[in-house]
């Protein structure tokens, strides 16, 4: 099987300036933290991308949107919704382990996470994919959670919303759970534990543990 073929470089600045934004913010971002990292020039920088905000929202935007694909996928496998809440759970955690291998560590890994406290810096396009993903995601774990309903897993009982708010708020929270916590531990109890939560309280005989 033949190697894949190297990242473009349009592709490399993206992927580095993810984490820059991620150590440094909207604020501390600079091409030239780019450009080193990458040992080029800020003026090639500037040839692909043209501004900081240009970079950036496009940096946001696609890592927005390549979450929403991933997780959409997620929950919309033929799994039982256990099993659905543990991809979304690993998933967090492959990102948290990205930028805290030693797993005791409280590194800013979301980038939803970190760009949200400076919404009001980046650009329109950033903060509007921003600002629907909490809404897109909770639509998408409340089609998972009343597709759980309609196959007997949940008993008919569920209160789908409530139960999609839940598990949507630790979702959307991961980041700071963990840096809080400085480990993953914390938020995977949270995950485990709504999961038996809703197995207890609504789920049918045959899907209990």
């Not at 300036?17 to 040992?39: I, K, M, N, P, W």
């Amino acid at each position: 099987m033949p190697d894949a073929p190297p990242p473009s470089m349009k592709e490399a600045i993206r992927t580095v300036s993810v984490e820059l934004l991620l150590r440094h913010g909207y604020q501390g971002f600079r091409f030239r933290d780019v450009a080193e990292r990458l040992t080029t020039t800020r003026a090639n920088v500037h040839y692909y991308y043209g501004s900081k905000q240009n970079l950036c929202e496009e940096v946001i935007v696609e890592y927005v949107e390549g979450t929403i694909a991933e997780w959409t996928a997620n929950w919309r496998r033929p799994v039982p919704l256990v099993e659905k809440i543990g991809g979304m759970m690993e998933s967090n955690r492959e990102r948290y382990v990205r930028y805290n291998p030693t797993g005791d560590t409280g590194h800013a890994w979301s980038l939803i996470g970190r760009m949200r406290l400076e919404r009001d810096e980046i650009g329109p396009r950033a903060r509007e994919v921003l600002a629907r993903f909490s809404a897109v995601l909770e639509a998408i774990v409340t089609e998972a959670v009343a597709r759980a309903v309609r196959t007997g897993e949940l008993g008919p009982g569920t209160p789908v919303a409530d139960v999609a708010l839940q598990i949507t708020a630790i979702a959307d929270s991961a980041g700071a759970i963990t840096q809080d916590s400085f480990s993953f531990d914390r938020l995977e109890r949270l995950y485990g534990a709504i999961a038996r939560t809703v197995l207890h309280a609504y789920g049918q005989p045959s899907s209990r543990p």
